[in-house]
């Protein structure tokens, strides 16, 4: 189905049309959020309908000039909330934003930003869509109550009594934890274990933007500089996939173990070697303070689970995995359409060898205790291993919200003014 777009004359351009792109606009237009990607979304579909039954020799019907998309945007907005918030969509320049400076605990002065403010919710544990309302609602509760600065600490208790209210303890408790471990300056070490085509690199890139960490280590960049520095006559097991390594070992090509052992013996002797790498980007982590995401197949559960010892940092170690041996060769294949170098042809023609490292895996998970998430879905998984991570962290920063937050005790126990945010209410009230 062809993608409408937006021919905008006066630059010549001719653009898809993004939801996302007028929703924002039209909440700097006034609206709330829920009201805005609501209409969004009808001018969407009307846009789409005309796609639909438009001819295909009649390509331009596909296209709307920018200024008729704003006309038709105007008319919904009159005919919905008013001549005031038409005219403030069609001139926003003469609707000054209004700034909420956000005072840090040094002094400095930064704007609200919405999205900063989302992605910390989202690292405590709410779905995207969960923190967007959240976001939107606490700021208009902050513009309707005039608040022209506010310290980041009276911000962060705000918005865990808002969560406390309106989503529950629960959702607030998250928050608390996340919070207090963000003041603690201690880093946050991720181990991603599992099999080849579970979606480890993609897992670890969207989480590492979920919770804000720049640093992410594939142990298969790890194992290629370490075949540049030992040639595969010296170290052969290393010069091999991890679930063929079996045939580099002295019985390996004698067969006359059992299938599942000696593909576990095989990966084993690969996974030790990579050990001192991983441990070396591991302590340069710890020894900077920085976060960092390890992801790679030679993440072995024991290794894992040895590292929950060190102190000066808070280890999670995840084990991934595709459940169903169709889906799994699904995800193989498509690692070949995408990415024809990574030899998907190759990996399917021995995917026994594959699934039976990962039921290698998955029992040594088991046995040692390493949280196992089902990737039938990214962000579902995404979001299991973000309460994973919470659960991780619960015990050691529970604490009084007060005290987290550097609050005095306010009158019942909250600000005055707290906005309620539960999804479903058309906009948040006051007390």
Same mark, same amino acid.
């Given at each position: ?140 509760? &902050? #513009? ?5 600065? /506010?310290?980041?600490? $009276?911000?962060?208790?705000? +918005?865990? =009594? *808002?969560? %406390? ?22 880093? &946050? #070490? ?5 099999? /080849?085509?579970?979606? $480890?690199?993609?897992?670890? +890139?969207? =989480? *590492?933007? %979920? ?22 006559? &010296? ?197």
């Amino acid at each position: 189905m062809a993608k409408p777009h937006i021919v905008v004359l006066s630059e010549q351009t001719r653009v898809p049309f993004l939801r996302g792109i007028l929703t924002s606009s039209l909440q700097d237009a006034g609206l709330s959020f829920e009201d805005a990607y609501d209409l969004a979304s009808q001018i969407r579909n009307q846009l789409q309908e005309q796609t639909e039954s438009s001819s295909d020799d009649i390509p331009e019907q596909t296209e709307v000039l920018s200024d008729d998309l704003r006309e038709r945007v105007s008319e919904l907005l009159e005919a919905r909330f008013g001549p005031e918030a038409a005219s403030r969509y069609r001139q926003p320049h003469k609707r000054a934003p209004a700034t909420i400076l956000v005072e840090s605990r040094d002094g400095q002065l930064t704007p609200f930003s919405r999205g900063l403010h989302m992605r910390f919710l989202g690292a405590s544990g709410l779905t995207p869509q969960v923190s967007s309302l959240v976001t939107s609602r606490i700021y208009e509760h &902050l #513009l309707r109550v005039g608040v022209k600065k /506010i310290p980041t600490r $009276k911000l962060s208790y705000l +918005t865990y =009594l *808002a969560l %406390r209210k309106s989503l529950g303890p629960k959702a607030a408790s998250n928050f608390l934890i996340w919070s207090a471990f963000s003041d603690s300056g201690k880093p &946050l #070490l991720i181990l991603i274990g599992g099999t /080849i085509g579970c979606g $480890k690199s993609t897992i670890a +890139t969207a =989480l *590492a933007h %979920r919770l804000d960490i720049v640093r992410i280590q594939s142990t298969d960049m790890l194992r290629e500089v370490m075949r540049t520095m030992m040639p595969e006559r &010296l170290m052969p097991i290393l010069h091999t996939s991890s679930f063929e390594a079996w045939r580099k070992l002295p019985f390996g090509e004698d067969g006359h173990k059992d299938p599942d052992r000696l593909v576990a013996d095989g990966y084993q002797s690969q996974a030790e070697l990579l050990t001192v790498a991983c441990d070396a980007v591991l302590n340069r982590a710890r020894t900077e303070r920085v976060s960092l995401i390890l992801e790679g197949v030679h993440i072995q559960p024991a290794f894992a689970n040895n590292l929950r010892q060190i102190d000066d940092a808070l280890v999670v170690p995840i084990e991934l995995a595709v459940l169903k041996q169709k889906e799994l060769r699904w995800r193989i294949k498509g690692r070949g359409a995408h990415a024809p170098r990574r030899r998907a042809r190759r990996y399917l023609d021995r995917f026994d060898a594959i699934w039976r490292l990962q039921s290698f895996l998955l029992s040594e998970a088991d046995r040692f205790d390493v949280p196992i998430i089902a990737n039938v879905d990214m962000d579902r998984a995404i979001e299991e291993i973000v309460l994973v991570i919470i659960e991780r962290l619960r015990p050691f920063f529970a604490g009084d919200p007060r005290e987290v937050f550097e609050q005095r005790p306010a009158r019942r126990d909250r600000p005055p003014g707290e906005p309620t945010i539960a999804p479903g209410t058309s906009r948040p009230t006051a007390e």
